[in-house]
Nanobody
Framework: QVQVVESGGGLVQAGGSLRLSCAIS????????MGWFRQAPGKEREWVAA????????SYTDSVKGRFTISRDSAENTVILQMNSLKTEDTAVYYC?????????????????WGQGTQVTVSS
């Protein structure tokens, strides 16, 4: 049984930073590609960032490039999303997802495990 648990969300002013963590247990995390998605109120869930199993390859949606950084710590079975220069439009529930095989993906359907989400609210 794989469990995915996000933490680190909260309320921050525009221009500030937050660090989201995603802890994975129950399977061989080191072979998983991982992704972060988000869902703003009234909108569909969208892909934010992905990282491959080794951490050697990362990708980002255009709106967060240069501001967000995804990384992983295989020893701790965690994935981190460092979010800097936050904007009000970054307000959303952020979800971490694990993909058993292959590279990270922008498609929700390709991920096998999901967390419950953590709320990020950016105030103006």
């Amino acid at each position: 049984q794989v469990q995915v648990v996000e933490s680190g969300g909260g309320l921050v002013q525009a221009g500030g930073s937050l660090r989201l963590s995603c802890a994975i247990s129950g399977r061989t995390f080191s072979t998983f590609a991982m992704g972060w998605f988000r869902q703003a109120p009234g909108k569909e869930r969208e892909w934010v960032a992905a990282i491959n199993w080794s951490g050697s390859s990362t990708s980002y949606t255009d709106s967060v490039k240069g501001r967000f950084t995804i990384s992983r710590d295989s020893a701790e079975n965690t994935v981190i999303l460092q979010m800097n220069s936050l904007k009000t439009e970054d307000t959303a529930v952020y979800y971490c997802a694990g993909k058993k095989y292959g590279r990270g993906s922008i498609y929700e359907s390709e991920y096998d495990y999901w967390g419950q989400g953590t709320q990020v609210t950016v105030s103006s």
